[in-house]
């Protein structure tokens, strides 16, 4: 079901969106069910756990996986995301939007522009964009992105080639760029205070969320510090 609104596109053309730019500037936290973590047979445990922990957005990362991997692992995810109405995104591969009515995209600084993954997409979706300066950030306002990925904010097992970028340039981007920006790399409950005063509304996690014992606890967790609600009775190990 098409859930979205039509805005005018940048090009001045009509251009569909699979979610509405205010349910996408409503979400906060974006969990990543990232196949380097979780077995294939394990993700619809994974996201369903998030989901049961307030995630707002869903993203399959397989760096590894074969694009029909994805499709079958995103058919799945999609099925209960759809159910709670939680945009499912996948990563890298447009392709298997074709194939799968996931809600998103989401590229890298290496992978498909943002008009080339829209063009595979063959129809509505939302795009991200992965961003590791302000310069970048910008420049993927430009593009076109709808939201986008700025990190890594600390050095990160799960991306490890890259430099963290720090704290230090969070408040500017939210001046220089009037999209979602979600923060990521190295993000885990101990350190998201820290993010949120250094400037971000909005993050995404990988193995935090991932390696947690209790994960619908640690993404409800994540989400009340993101929303700034008073502290519930929590039992969730931080380390
Ligand atoms: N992009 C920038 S950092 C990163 C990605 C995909 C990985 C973040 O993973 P984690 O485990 O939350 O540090």
Known sequence: MFTGKIRPGRAGRLQLSAISTKALNACRLYGIVDLSYVEKSDAARVAEAMIKGGVDLI?????????????????????????????????????????????????????????????????????????????????????????????????TPTKPDYQPIGLKDIKQAHLDVNLPIFCIGGIKIDNLKQVIAAGARRVAIVSGLLKASDIAAYAREAKRLLLDLKPHISTINHS
Not at 98 to 114: A, C, F, L
Not at 129 to 142: D, F, G, N, V
């Open 59 to 155: 993203q399959l990362r397989g760096k590894e996986q074969s694009i029909d991997e994805l499709v079958d692992v995103a058919a799945d995810l999609r099925e209960l995301t759809a159910r709670s109405r939680t945009p499912l995104i996948v990563n890298d591969h447009a392709e298997v939007a074709s194939k799968v009515p996931v809600e998103g995209v989401h590229v890298g600084q290496d992978d498909d522009s943002i008009e080339v993954a829209r063009r595979k997409a063959a129809r509505a979706v939302v795009v991200g964009k992965s961003t590791h300066s302000l310069e970048q950030a910008r420049a993927a306002q430009r593009e076109g992105a709808d939201y986008i990925g700025f990190g890594p904010i600390f050095a």
